[in-house]
């Protein structure tokens, strides 16, 4: 799984100013390394693992939006809201044990999908989350997924994906 920083130390610290500060100042950098980790000509669109409701209401953002649409522009191809997060009243994923976190989000297609389709997330623990994305834009008739995060714990990025390469 393709991502920029170690959520650790200070790559914790950056992601978290993303997700809790004032994100635009950090979205274009980030957004620029990420774009780096994927060629152009193999991505049709681009989309993101959206947050629940509630976070982006308390925000007032989604910062894997932010990041996607800086990627998309890096990357000279459209940006489309392609996912939409079932809300399970489960909670965020932040906070949970790594078996809870396995048990990932579930997200449903808002259109048929074709091409390839890059998805962009802020950090990756387990890779439920992209998993359950790529399920979904599989089954809406992506023909590739591809996934960058800007920041993945060492055990996600360590460990083997499951899926597609991406």
Known sequence: MPAVLAYTGAGRRLVLA??????QPLVRGLARAMAAQVR??????????????????????????????AVARQLGVPCRRLLARQEDGRGPQAGRSRAERLDGPVFVCRRRVRGAVLVVDDVVTTGATLQAAEAALTAAGARQVRCVAAAATPA?????RRGRPG
């Open 18 to 23: 993303l997700k809790h500060g004032q994100p």
């Open 40 to 69: 152009a000509t193999e991505v049709d669109v681009v989309t993101w693992a959206p947050t629940s409701s509630a976070r982006r209401r308390r925000r007032g953002y989604d910062q894997a939006e932010l990041l996607a649409r």
């Open 156 to 160: 996600a990025s360590a460990s083997p």
